[in-house]
């Protein structure tokens, strides 16, 4: 501003004293360093002054010798007059003038001493225009001067200095021709200098008043006059006439009462000047005070608009701080500037009218800072936008459950998130920059065989431009461990169709894989035939030990009708079967099966559900085992099958070793039974063995611990050990039962193609596994086994299925474990989550007007349009039927409204081609759900969701409702 402020002309240089100082501390302070005033002070606050006046006044009413010992509290003027650092100078003068004082003590906002400003400050200081008037110190000097004789005591003279409030006094005496003539001057910075020396007060002042006099001509101009006593560190001039005669004294204080009017006319002027300059301008001015709350000192028309006031005079004093959306800024600008900058710029973000934001140029002095600024609010909004979409595109990758890379037009890797480097098993800095057929990554396809370059699935896309979607391939690595994902490919294409990105989705599927693999395995090396059929009775899969129970190739059996292999009773038989699994029953039931060459085989068929990826029943699966040879023994046949019987019923495999233990008790023979059975469950893969069936009836005879598997000869050798005596016979030193006699039999359990339990049996009698007891013992097992197997395959087939055939969505269980991941995901970074449910309109009517392929065809159409309109870390699913599910991570509602519409449209916009020439139509209506908004638990999500879609189906069709 052009009004300069106090701190700009204060003296900071300031001499201070506690209130527990000696006045004579005091006096030497003001001589030694020839200052008018000493400010008393208690932690930087004034508490008063001592000036050249007080020490002339105790001078001329006391005793030096006893006034030197008390402190400066006694006699200091108290509550001194005190400005504000940045008041500007006329406020400065008006206080002056008003407490018709020379100085002013200045504090901060808080009271603190900061510095002092004097007459003389502002006159050495202030600009040249003011003072330079056409004005003579004559209009200013006084006439009346305070005289005395030269003989005068000095006690006198002071006192009458006191008594008159003179700052001093002329010492004449009589020359030759009867005429007083000036010998010298006593000034009150002279009394404190002969205070401090102790200079006895009857002393003459001839022998202690100043004799250099400065004179003036009365006819001088009061700027030079100004000059001259800033020159000559003087407040006093002695003006005369032309002919040397006295006129009179001018003093600093004179010129200042004089030269007020025009100094506070003068800077008033140039302030209004320069207000009405920045008010033409057509953007915001502003200073502010560079204290905490930076205080609004000034501000112009168009800058008071806006920061949200109605006007100037509303802004001025009102705090700026408070004005910012984050207070943190102020600190910032503070500490910036504090790096003795004396210009800067700085954005501000104000919080009142919508988030504004400014960019401002400021100029900055000791106190305050001001300068222009501009609303780029437009400007700004635009680069955040694009910075938090990266930032959002940045925090997608990492929270993406599944692996991720971005490859450039010619497949180099620009950016790969943390999931995807999981699966590489590379850091990153030997990752970027690499090309897809790197030697670094050894792909393979589901055969293990290593794909070349052209077989990549990224150098199809470059070629074609076409999407690939859940391709399954392995990583094989260096320490020979191969990992398992599905790959999902989708180009980014320019205006002219060209590839200029590649976005790359993987997710880890090896330990699924790794089970399809071993229940394949599994099934291959079985000793039961194992088939799979549809609901009409087409068999679609064998093993290998079906082929040769029935006696036909594989090619042969596949596609045949189970109702070939039966006679006509039997075919009711499986029809019923049918049925039930339907229903979704399990069970097992006894089946006469005709052999290729005509023979009968009597079997056991213990059957379950096939289900697709939306958990319909679209088949049977079933373990089939020979019991031919077992009908041959009536008693035995009737323990078989009341076993069979009690065990086709059993829910749970906890369940079906209870049923075993109940019959294993059955088997009696005279007095002599089974007395102990242990039933060891084998994890070959982790080499781990549990204990699920433990019976003892001996009471308090010692058990002993299961060796290991490293050590037990029945798992070792796959094999059955007997021993009918054991005084006689040799037995297994790790035998469970430590006895010395009775016998035990101790047989390895085959489920599924290996060694899955150890079953120990032992009997107080001799002889008691006989060949009829140890046959209806493996009657039992051959019934237990597949029974066992065929729960323990449900639970894999439920874990297997990841994708649905028909649409290439993923299917509802795989929408399970993604939810339960994105969930922990937005719990954790406080992230939004978005659901779709859609379902088609009308899909019955279409389905039965235009059959199942067209059915089928629509599906798939709304499957393609919900993957156009997705993107790669959005999931599609098959919920079930014609029903959907888009899963939008990191997405809010609004977001999500916007997707539901792109899909919407693209499937009613979308004909489906039927036969040759017929082209139809199908629409949606579809619900959108958010997590933590609407609910906070996934079912809770999908009910929102669906009701949601039940009301766009209530209100009319193909249109979207929220919850």
Known sequence: MAAQRVHELMTTDVVVLSEDAKLVEAIKKLSDNNISSIVIVDRHIPLGIITERDIARIAATSNPAEINSLPVSNLMSRNPVTVYKNADIVTALEIMERNRIRRLIVTDRIGKLKGIITYSDILKKLQEEFFKVHTTINTVTTQGILKVSSDTQLKVAIQRMSEERKSCILVTSVDGAGEDAITGILTERDIVKLFLKKIPMDTPVKDVCTKNIVYASHDTLLYDAVKIMHERRIRHLIVVDDRMQLKGIVTQTDIIELLHENITKGIKDQLQRFKESLDILQT?????????????????????????????????????????????????????????????????????????????????????????????????????????????????????????????????????????????????????????????????????????????????????????????????????????????????????????????????????????????????????????????????????????????????????????????????????????????VSESYEIMLRHRNGSNIYAIVSASPLMDSSDRTCGAFAFITDVTDLRSTHNMLHTIALFYRDLSSVLTESEVYVVLKHYLLSLIKGDAKINVIYFMNIDPSKHYAEEVIRHNDLGSQEINKFPGLDKCKAYIYAATFVVNDLSKEYACPFQRFGAVSGSYCCTAINIGGSTAGILHLYSRHSNFFTDDIKETIDSFIALFAPVVNNMRLLELNKKLALIDPLTGLYNRRYLEAFMGKQVAIADRNN????????????????????????????????????????????????????????????????????????????????????????????????????????????????????????????????RICMA
């Open 831 to 958: 992230q939004p989550l978005s659901m779709i449910m859609l379902d088609i309109d009308n899909f019955k009517y279409f389905n039965d007007t235009n059959g199942h392929e067209a059915g089928d065809m629509a599906l798939r159409s709304v499957a393609h349009a919900i993957g156009k309109n997705i993107r790669v870390s959005d999931i599609g699913v098959r919920y079930g039927g014609e029903e959907f599910i888009i899963v939008l991570p990191n997405t809010d509602k609004i977001t999500a409204l916007e997707v539901a519409e792109r899909i919407r449209i693209t499937v009613e916009s979308t004909p489906i081609t039927i036969g040759r020439e017929k082209r139809m139509f199908v629409t949606a209506s579809l619900g959108i759900a958010a997590y933590s908004i609407d609910a906070n638990s996934f079912d809770a999500l999908l009910t929102k969701a669906d009701n949601a879609l039940y009301e766009a189906k209530k209100t009319g069709k193909n």
């Open 284 to 584: 915001g001015f502003i200073e502010f005070e560079l204290n905490n709350e930076g205080t609004i000192l000034y501000v112009n028309k168009h800058g008071a608009k806006a920061l949200g006031f109605d006007n100037v005079d509303a802004a001025i004093g009102s705090s700026f701080v408070r004005l910012l959306k984050d207070v943190k800024q102020w600190s910032d600008f503070v500490s910036m500037i504090n790096g003795k900058l004396t210009a800067a710029q700085f954005v501000f973000h104000i919080n009142a009218l919508n988030g504004k934001v400014i960019d401002g140029s400021f100029r900055i002095s000791r106190f305050t800072a001001s300068g222009i600024f501009k609303d780029i609010t437009e400007r700004f909004n635009e680069s955040e936008c694009i910075k938090n979409e990266r930032n959002r595109f940045e925090n997608i990758l990492k929270a993406m459950s599944e692996g991720l890379i971005i490859y450039d037009n010619k497949g180099i890797i620009k950016d790969i998130n943390d999931a995807a480097l999981l699966i590489l098993g590379h850091p990153r800095d030997e990752v970027i920059g690499q090309p897809y057929y790197s030697h670094k990554f050894a792909v393979i396809d589901k055969e293990g065989n290593l794909l070349n370059r052209d077989e990549m699935i990224i150098s199809k896309v470059l070629q074609t431009g076409l999407p690939v979607r859940n391709m399954i391939r392995g990583l094989r690595r260096v320490n020979g461990s191969i990992v398992w994902f599905t790959a999902s490919v989708t180009p980014i294409l320019g205006n002219d169709n060209t590839v200029e990105e590649i976005i790359h989705v993987l997710t880890d599927i090896t330990e699924l894989y790794n089970l399809e693999k071993r229940n394949q395995k599994i099934l291959e090396t079985a000793k039961e035939g194992y088939w799979e059929v549809s609901l009409d009775g087409k068999i679609l899969k064998i093993n290998k030990s079906l082929s040769k129970l029935l006696g036909y190739s594989e090619d042969e059996l596949i596609g045949k009708s189970i109702y070939d292999l039966v006679d006509e009773d039997n075919k009711k038989v499986f029809k019923q079967a049918l049925e039930r699994r339907k229903e979704g």
